[in-house]
């Protein structure tokens, strides 16, 4: 299964976006994780993957996230498949 690595920039953190992304991968099946970045309080990292179909639907709501969220940008890049069981918070 395709595998991506993401980054969302904006007002992404303090709005529940890790909960909402956390949500919507599971409704579309996909595994893989969600994270603030550490050090900047503007982005928020992760991974996803499963059927091409629901990385491009999540990607969607990747670029417009929660309703309290002003996304910037997404970045994404593809990565080996890795076929974790779950899509978890970190």
Do not use: C
Not at 13 to 20: D, E, H, I, N
Not at 66 to 72: E, F, K, M, N, Q
């Amino acid at each position: 299964m395709p595998r991506i690595a993401f980054t969302v920039r904006g007002r992404v953190q303090g709005v529940g976006f890790r909960a909402a992304a956390a949500y919507e991968a599971e409704h579309l099946h996909l595994t893989g994780y969600v994270q603030n970045h550490p050090v900047m309080a503007d982005r928020v990292d992760g991974e996803a993957e499963g059927p091409e179909n629901a990385l491009d639907a999540f990607q969607a709501w990747l670029r417009r996230g929660p309703s309290l969220a002003r996304v910037i940008s997404l970045s994404v890049s593809d990565l080996p498949e890795k076929q974790d069981r779950a899509f978890v918070i970190r």
